[in-house]
């Protein structure tokens, strides 16, 4: 995001944020700009597991009754969130399994 002082006296707190997330873990070199690899590493992050966060999101906003678990039930209840998910493989996985 870009921020414009626009005559205010003090800047908004996102902003000191997102200037403390460049300078401690965007700006690894500290050359005061983002290079090539750096944005990349922070678009991409090489330690980030997108098929884990994408089960976990999946589970956590079907999860009802917040056992850990998915029933048929659960997951039909919120089939659409399946169906437009790459843990589901935009829902072809749904049709492989009888049990759904």
Same mark, same amino acid.
């Given at each position: 995001?870009?921020?414009?002082?626009?005559?205010?006296?003090?800047?908004?707190?996102?902003v000191k944020t997102e200037?403390?997330?460049? @300078?401690?873990?965007? !700006?690894? +070199?500290? $050359? %005061? #700009?983002?290079?090539? *690899? &750096?944005?990349?590493?922070?678009?991409l992050p090489s330690d980030?597991?997108?098929?884990?966060?994408?089960?976990?999101?999946? @589970?956590?906003?079907? !999860?009802? +009754?917040? $056992? %850990? #678990?998915?029933?048929? *039930? &659960?997951?039909?209840?919120?089939?659409?969130?399946?169906?437009?998910?790459?843990?589901?493989?935009?829902?072809?996985?749904? @049709?492989?399994?009888?049990?759904?």
């Amino acid at each position: 995001d870009m921020y414009s002082h626009d005559g205010e006296v003090e800047e908004p707190e996102w902003v000191k944020t997102e200037r403390e997330q460049f @300078v401690e873990f965007r !700006d690894k +070199n500290r $050359d %005061g #700009k983002m290079d090539k *690899e &750096e944005t990349k590493d922070w678009i991409l992050p090489s330690d980030y597991d997108h098929a884990e966060a994408e089960a976990r999101h999946l @589970v956590y906003e079907s !999860d009802q +009754n917040k $056992d %850990g #678990k998915l029933s048929r *039930e &659960e997951i039909v209840e919120k089939y659409d969130l399946f169906v437009g998910s790459q843990a589901t493989d935009f829902g072809e996985a749904l @049709v492989r399994h009888d049990e759904f």
